[in-house]
């Protein structure tokens, strides 16, 4: 059973503009979400955080935003940049639990 | 600094051949996990651990086996390797005792083929 959805596989966007990337979660427990960043052949890098006790993060070009009634994260990237080419994973967990759940992934291409 | 260290970086093996995977961070961290991913899949579960002499089964503990002896350590074991093992395997670590501002640090994974 996944906890953690990405429905999105894959995603292009063109250098400069908004990428958005989107996640939902099913286990109304947790409230601790996580986006990850992986290039090829190297492990998945932390990128930013949000927990539930807030509706907005912003780190840089990075931003994520937190809708708990709809169980619903997203990340925008402003401006893409090529460099952001990757496989982004978000993850959730819960205060009371030690373990963190991934979503699937969604790969993301900036197109020069 | 190094942080979350696998080795090795590849490996194949035959069907029913055991094999140690190794991790060690270097963070103090208490929690450590091991993940594995298949393509189009997201990261599973395999092991996870809350500190030294302490482990715990994730979603697909099957055919594994880990201990945890030290801070630093948490190799994971295969027995008797199957070709539904063959994946990527990711070794984690995180500071919290809580999950808050605690993201888990990655390893840069094992790839291994069971063939």
């Known amino acids: 059973d996944q906890q953690v959805k990405q429905n999105s596989p894959s995603l292009s966007v063109q250098e400069g503009r908004i990428s958005i990337l989107n996640c939902d979660y099913t286990?109304?427990?947790?409230?601790?979400f996580l986006w990850y960043k992986k290039y090829p052949a190297e492990g998945p890098t932390f990128l930013i955080s949000?927990?539930?006790?807030?509706d907005k993060n912003e780190d840089g070009r990075f931003t994520v935003f937190l809708n708990k009634s709809a169980k619903h994260l997203s990340l925008h990237i402003v401006p893409s940049q090529p460099g952001d080419s990757a496989v982004y994973f978000c993850a959730a967990s819960a205060f009371t639990g030690n373990q963190f759940y991934f979503g699937t992934g969604t790969s993301l291409t900036v197109i020069p | 600094n190094a942080g979350v260290t696998q080795t090795p970086k590849f490996r194949i093996l035959k069907i029913g051949q055991s094999m140690t995977l190794q991790c060690a961070q270097d963070m103090n961290h208490n929690y450590m996990y091991w993940y594995r991913q298949d393509p189009g899949m997201g990261l599973k579960l395999i092991y996870y651990?809350?500190?030294?002499?302490?482990?715990d089964k994730g979603e697909v503990p099957n055919g594994y086996n880990v201990s945890r002896s030290t801070t630093e350590d948490f190799p994971l074991r295969l027995e008797l390797a199957a070709p539904s093992q063959t994946s990527v395997y990711f070794c984690a670590s995180s500071a919290g005792v809580s999950s808050y501002n605690s993201p888990l640090h990655f390893g840069n994974g094992t790839r291994l083929t069971v063939t």
């Open positions: 651990s809350v500190g030294a002499g302490i482990t």
């Open positions: 286990n109304s427990m947790f409230d601790y």
């Open positions: 949000i927990s539930s006790i807030k």
